[in-house]
C-alpha cells in the first residue's frame, strides 16, 4: 500500500492542473486540420473496389503506379489490413473500372492475360523475378515450383519460389495458381479461398488436372 | 485489425497536441518561442517516417507519446540556446522573459515546473495532466514502472521546494 497523498501535495497537484487545464479548442482544432491537410497531400491514394465474381466478393485496389493488391474470399477488413497503413484509402469504382472489366472478361472465359499497368514496389527483386516468371505460363499449362526456379537459373530455390508465390498482391492477374507441386498435386496457394480456388481457376483456363 | 495512419491522426492527434502544449509550458510564450502547432506537425511527420517500422500489435499511442517526448525535449532544448545567445547579445542578466500572466498567481506553478529534469517533468505530465497510468508512462519513458513512480514523486517533492523558495 502506497501512503495515501498529504493535502498538501493534493494542492500543488491541482494548481498544476489549473495552470495547464487544456488549450484552447480553437489552437486543436486549428492543428488538426493542419495535420488532415499535410496528410492529405502528401500521402500516396489508393482507389480500391469491391466486385463480384464466381469466387465470392473480389476486392481490388490501385495506387498511382498501377494495380497492387487482388483479393478475394476474404472480408472488407481483412483486404484493407493488407494494404500499405500509410496510404489514403478511397473507395472508388471508376478508378479501377478497367481493372474489374478485364476480371469480367476472364471470368466469362473471353480473357486469357491482363493488360494492366502492376504495382510491385512493396515486393523484394527475388520476389518480383519469381512472379515475372510465372507470368510466362500459358493458360491452361502448369509449372512446378521447380521448373519455376530452374527458368529463373536457380534450380535449387524452389522452396523460396513456393513463398515468394505465397506474397502475390494481385493473384489472378499474376497467374501464381498455374505453379503446382512436382508429383502433380496442387501444392499451395494463398489466395483467400485457398486450394478450391486455385482448382476453379485452373479448370476455367482448361489446364488438365 | 492493423490501424492506419489516418486513424492514428484521428484518434490521438488531440492528446498529443495537450501533451505538447502542456510540456512546453512558458516556452510556448518565452523569448525564441516553440509553437506547439509547428511541433505536433513535426510529431506526426516523424511518425509517418517510422510507421511501417511499427511492429503489428505495438502500442500505437504510447509510440506517439514517446515520440512527442523526443521532440518536444529537443525543441526545447534548442529554444533555451536561442535565448542563451540573444541574452548575450543583448548582456543582460535578466531570468526567461516571462509573458506577464506567467508572473501571477497559479502560473506560477508552470514556471517551477521548467526547473525539472526532463524525466521528471514528462512523468508529472503524463501522470497528472495526461491522466495516464504508470505501466503506460513507463513504456512512454523506456523505464520501469518503479521508475515512473520515482519520477513523478521527486518532481513532486522538488516542485515543493521550488514554490516554498520562491514565495
Known sequence: ?209 | MALRFEELIERHHDEIFAYVWRLLGVARRADGAVDAEDLVQDVFLRAYENFLALRPGSNHRAWLYKIATNRTFTALTRAKHRRKKAYALRQELAPTALAPDHEHGGQHVVHCLEALPVKQKASITLRYLQDLDYPEIARILDCSEESARANVSQAIRRLRVLLKEER
Open chain 1, 1 to 209: 500500500m502506497r501512503p495515501p497523498r498529504s493535502s498538501d501535495e493534493t494542492t500543488l497537484i491541482r494548481r498544476l492542473q489549473a495552470a495547464l487545464s487544456a488549450p484552447r479548442r480553437a489552437a486543436l482544432a486549428q492543428s488538426k486540420t493542419r495535420v488532415k491537410n499535410w496528410f492529405t497531400q502528401e500521402a500516396p491514394v489508393i482507389h480500391w473496389s469491391e466486385m463480384r465474381s464466381p469466387l465470392g466478393p473480389l476486392f481490388v485496389a490501385t495506387s498511382a503506379r498501377g494495380l497492387c493488391a487482388v483479393d478475394f474470399g476474404r472480408n472488407e477488413n481483412d483486404f484493407i489490413a493488407r494494404l500499405d497503413p500509410r496510404a489514403r484509402l478511397v473507395k472508388e469504382t471508376h478508378e479501377l473500372l478497367q481493372v474489374t472489366l478485364q476480371l469480367k472478361e476472364y471470368f466469362a472465359g473471353q480473357r486469357t492475360q491482363f493488360d494492366l499497368p502492376l504495382d510491385l514496389s512493396a515486393l523484394t527483386p527475388f520476389q518480383k523475378q519469381v512472379l515475372e516468371t510465372a507470368c510466362r505460363i500459358a493458360p491452361g499449362q502448369v509449372w512446378s515450383y521447380l521448373q519455376v526456379a530452374r527458368k529463373m537459373g536457380r534450380p535449387k530455390s524452389s522452396r523460396p519460389v513456393g513463398q515468394a508465390l505465397a506474397h502475390n498482391p494481385v493473384p489472378i492477374v499474376i497467374p501464381c495458381h498455374r505453379v503446382i507441386a512436382a508429383d502433380g498435386s496442387l501444392g499451395g496457394y494463398s489466395g483467400g479461398a485457398g486450394l478450391s480456388a486455385k482448382r476453379w481457376l485452373l479448370r476455367l483456363e482448361g489446364a488438365r488436372l
